[in-house]
């Protein structure tokens, strides 16, 4: 990951941002034979180590991530910023800590408001750092039409997926939608019903839709 950096932030002349995430056991398990165990854990490890490389510096041992791999013909490449993927509390507070900014999907403005941004600088407080220069990305599902029952139902189908992931599920939960995580669960294959388990409320909150 971190060769691949460096070569990217060399190529594009230093305009790289590297965004890092631990993505979800069915994708760590089932593609890649590996195992999350304590995710902001080995998210932390992983972030220090990469950074560390970057920095041209021996990176540091961890529990679960061990290296000593350094980079080979380029850098080193010390100003690349890192964004780490975050939902949970936990996630956001590492990536307050130990990042330049934190990657959000599916998180409506009241999450961002209430979760995200005291998580993040809870973080920040624990490295020292104010909220200035962090970035916090927030992915918003937009469409312009005529017709926004058709872009609704279009959304549904593109968002399926992450109902059935626990990290969105959880943090669906948080946001104060359980009633549709319940009734999507309810609906346990029917994808129709599943797909009409997310609300007209979810979209609102989470999409910019005119």
């Known amino acids: 990951m971190a060769q691949t950096a460096a070569t990217i932030d060399d190529l594009s002349q230093g305009r790289l941002n590297l965004g890092l995430g631990v993505s979800h056991r069915p994708v760590v398990e089932g593609w890649h034979g590996q195992t999350i165990d304590r995710p902001a854990a080995e998210m932390r490890e992983y972030v220090a180590i990469v950074s560390a490389i ?17 980079l080979m013909g380029l850098g080193p490449h ?23 900014g934190v990657i959000l999907w599916l998180c409506n403005p009241n999450y961002v408001r209430d979760v995200v941004v005291p998580e993040v600088t809870t973080g920040r407080e624990r490295a020292g750092k104010t909220l200035e220069g962090f970035d916090v990305v927030a992915a918003v599902p937009a469409a312009l039409t005529d017709d926004p029952t058709a872009a609704y139902d279009a959304m549904r189908r593109d968002l399926l997926p992450y109902f059935g992931l626990p990290f969105y599920r959880a943090m669906i939960e948080r946001s104060g939608f359980d009633a549709d995580v319940a009734a999507y669960d309810a609906a346990a294959g029917d994808v129709e019903k599943m797909q009409a388990a997310i609300s007209n409320d979810f979209l609102e909150a989470l999409t910019a839709c005119r």
Do not use: C, N
């Not at 690349?80 to 590492?94: E, F, K, Q």
């Open 78 to 100: 010390p100003d690349v910023r890192i964004y780490v993927a975050a939902l949970s509390p936990g996630m956001l507070r590492l990536a307050g800590e130990t990042a330049d």
């Open 54 to 70: 970057l920095r041209g510096e021996p990176p540091p041992p961890g529990e679960k991530w061990r290296t000593g791999f350094q």
